[in-house]
Every structure is written in structure tokens, then in C-alpha cells.
């Protein structure tokens, strides 16, 4: 197992805050930002788009650097970050896999939204999800860490980003959905766990495996699927499972 230390490296995120204290995921925003150039472009090229030109036409100068600042915040917009990297160059394989693949970097690299994820994947399908259940659970290991209002606002923001990947549905009310994952987004979560240092049948049952929220017939399905367009090599033999990423070098940490 990689230490922290390394894994930071990598990309992820650690400790008790995160972006999802300020904003949702932003799919919408992340979309247009990343539609408006090619697998190549750097931060800087981000940032111009977001500041300089205003691409995604907010109203003021302080809106757009703190649009620019969440992003950045929560997908890394960097290639040289390779949990970002992986990330974009997978990106625009599967249109649908969008909005769970963003949700995917995002619990890499929002430690709150990675603590939501234990409320998620407890849930029935259909079942009511109240806000104040988020709220108890955020608040649980420190009830005089945040403020009422503040505990509202993380819910709302949380829960919106499982509402846009498709794993809750509602307004008002939220329930419990199936997403609809696709080969992209198991070979992303099998590549996060590999970036745990696991192998195996321990990438299928690791926690980005799990946050999926699919059987596990289903993941292998798809693993396959992605071993045929070359994302992963997976072989599979009754309870013997090997995977490899021959088009993933990740750098030494």
C-alpha cells in the first residue's frame, strides 16, 4: 500500500475539508471548460479560459476566479497530475460515463465528499435520503466542527453531486438510484485502487469498486468491456483475477 505522502503525489486528497464546503461538482462548468480544448492543455490554458476570456460567462472577475479556484480544487486541471491525467485522456471515450467520472475524481480529491460515500452506498434503491441524515453523518465525529448553517450548505452541495451522477434523484426529496456506469468509469475506479497499491480480486472489492454501486457481474462485464478498447488488460479465471495497465506509467513516489 502506497503511503499518503505518495498517493498526494498522485493526486488525492487528504484530511477533513473539501471543495464540495463550497460548490457542487460543476458538471456543467466542467464540460464546457474541458470541450474547449484537447487532452493537452495545461492549468494555465484553464485558467485563461475561466479568467481571461470567460468561457463559462460568469458575471464578475471574483466569480470567475473562484469558479476557477473550485475547479482546480476538485479535478487538478493539471496533466501532471497523473489521477487528472488518466481522467482526461478517458474522458471523451464514453459521453455518458461524464458525470460519474468527474464524481470519481472528485472522491479522490474531496476528502468530504469521499466520507459521504459510506451514506450512499448504504442505501436501498428508492430509498429517502433526508438531508439531515448527511448532516448528522458529516457532523458525527465532531458535532461542534461546523455551524447549522454551514452543515446545511455541505449537505445541499454533497448531495447535489450524487444527484448529478446519477446516484440519487429529486429535489426536494432524494432517493437512492442506480447509475448507469459504463467500461470507462470501472476501468477508472480499478486504476484508483491500482494507485492503492492493490491487485487482484482487491481492486473489485476496493472502495472505488464499491462506490459504484454495482453488482459485481456487472464489473466484471465491464472490465472486460474495457480490456477490448485497451484501457486495461483483464483476465479473469473462476476466482482468479489479473489486471493490468500497460498505457498508464505512473511516475515514482
Not at 61 to 73: G, P, V, Y
Not at 134 to 159: T, V
Request: hydrophobic share 40%.
Amino acid at each position: 500500500m502506497f503511503t499518503q505522502e505518495q498517493l498526494t503525489k498522485l493526486g488525492f486528497k487528504f484530511g477533513k475539508n473539501g471543495a464540495h464546503s463550497a460548490r457542487s461538482m460543476m458538471i456543467e462548468e466542467l464540460k464546457h471548460l474541458l470541450f474547449s480544448r484537447d487532452e493537452t492543455a495545461r492549468l494555465t490554458d484553464y485558467e485563461d479560459d475561466v479568467i481571461n476570456f470567460n468561457i463559462l460567462h460568469k458575471p464578475t472577475e471574483k466569480s470567475r476566479k473562484l469558479t476557477f479556484r473550485h475547479l482546480n480544487d476538485l479535478y487538478g486541471l493539471d496533466p501532471a497530475i497523473p489521477l487528472f491525467k488518466v481522467f482526461r485522456d478517458w474522458w471523451e471515450l464514453h459521453e455518458d460515463s461524464q458525470e460519474i467520472l468527474a464524481l470519481q475524481l472528485s472522491l479522490a480529491r474531496d476528502p468530504l465528499l469521499r466520507a459521504s460515500a459510506e451514506i450512499i452506498i448504504n442505501l436501498e434503491t428508492g430509498e429517502h435520503l433526508a438531508r439531515e441524515t448527511m448532516e448528522a453523518f458529516l457532523a458525527k465525529d465532531d458535532p461542534d466542527r461546523f455551524s447549522a448553517a454551514s452543515l446545511k450548505s455541505f449537505s445541499q452541495n454533497i448531495n447535489g453531486t450524487w444527484t448529478q451522477a446519477g446516484f440519487l434523484s429529486g429535489k426536494a426529496k432524494k432517493y437512492r438510484e442506480i447509475p448507469k456506469c459504463s467500461y470507462v468509469n470501472v476501468a477508472y475506479a480499478l486504476f484508483l485502487a491500482h494507485c492503492h497499491g492493490l491487485s487482484g480480486m482487491r481492486l473489485f472489492d476496493s472502495f472505488w469498486c464499491r462506490a459504484l454501486v454495482q453488482d459485481k457481474e456487472t464489473l466484471f462485464d465491464l472490465a472486460h468491456r474495457a480490456s477490448m478498447r485497451g484501457l486495461i488488460n483483464f483476465k479473469q479465471a473462476s476466482e482468479v483475477v489479473e489486471v493490468t495497465f500497460p498505457q498508464i506509467e505512473l511516475p515514482e513516489v
